[in-house]
């Protein structure tokens, strides 16, 4: 028994031989896409939530055409189209331009486009959020010549983030096991290194609990600080029973 959780202990050890490294390293990888891609959606999601109350027709219809086909479409083979169909589209225009070729960089591509797909769900949610607000808060602020950009930071800002917070911690729990897909194109993140740590040890078992260990880990962090942000935005707010 004392051999046997021994050789455990080597094979998670953060030094060669042990993996372990390999697994913090890929864990690291993927909290800083899943961070990237988390960012751009709200980029996003912002400026298509907004657009979509904007009343501008064109750009409502524009905007409904790029959440309802994001949504419909799986994450990997948006990942694979833009990373293979894509690369080659660009270097096939790059030669007719007798430039040299291009090759894209795995996680760019993965912060970039698991970012587009949370920016089609941010819009909804943050959409919904808005909607959540009591008009007369808005007109309210119209009323003391408030502009667009001093509206939405006084007014429309601190009103939806408490509604949104719950959806958006969702996509932020969505991501992180959505980064993941990302091994497709040879980037190596926690699912990823777990795999080829199983492969080279043929110990499957202990390093995919490891890493559905990490993803745990990741999640708990994650409700804690999503807990806190949520506390501070409602303060001052009744709580519920």
């Given at each position: ?8 202990l080597d094979l998670l050890?953060?030094?060669?031989p042990g993996w372990g ?221």
């Amino acid at each position: 028994m004392a051999t046997s959780q021994q050789g455990i202990l080597d094979l998670l050890s953060p030094y060669p031989p042990g993996w372990g490294g390999v697994l913090l390293t890929g864990a690291a990888s993927t909290v800083a896409i899943s961070a990237g891609a988390f960012l751009i959606g709200l980029l996003l999601g912002t400026g298509g939530a907004l657009g979509k109350l904007s009343g501008i027709r064109p750009l409502r219809l524009l905007l409904e055409l790029y959440t309802t086909a994001v949504r419909a479409v799986p994450e990997l083979i948006l990942i694979v189209g833009l990373y293979y169909a894509g690369m080659d589209g660009l270097n096939r225009l790059l030669a007719v331009l007798n430039l040299p070729a291009f090759e894209l960089n795995g996680f760019a591509v993965a912060v970039a486009v698991l970012g587009f797909v949370q920016g089609a769900y941010m819009t909804e949610v943050l959409r919904g959020a808005i909607l959540a607000i009591p008009v007369g808060q808005i007109e309210a602020a119209k009323a003391f010549g408030m502009g667009p950009r001093l509206r939405f930071r006084r007014i429309i800002l601190p009103a939806l983030l408490p509604n949104a917070l719950p959806g958006l911690a969702n996509l932020w729990m969505s991501v992180t096991k959505d980064s993941a897909l990302v091994a497709v194109v040879g980037y190596q993140e926690l699912a990823l290194a777990t795999r080829l740590a199983g492969a080279s040890t043929k110990h499957y078992f202990i390093f995919f609990l490891a890493s559905a260990l990490i993803y745990l880990a990741l999640t708990l962090v994650s409700n804690v600080l999503f807990n806190l942000v949520e506390r501070r935005v409602r303060r001052g707010q009744p709580k519920l029973a």
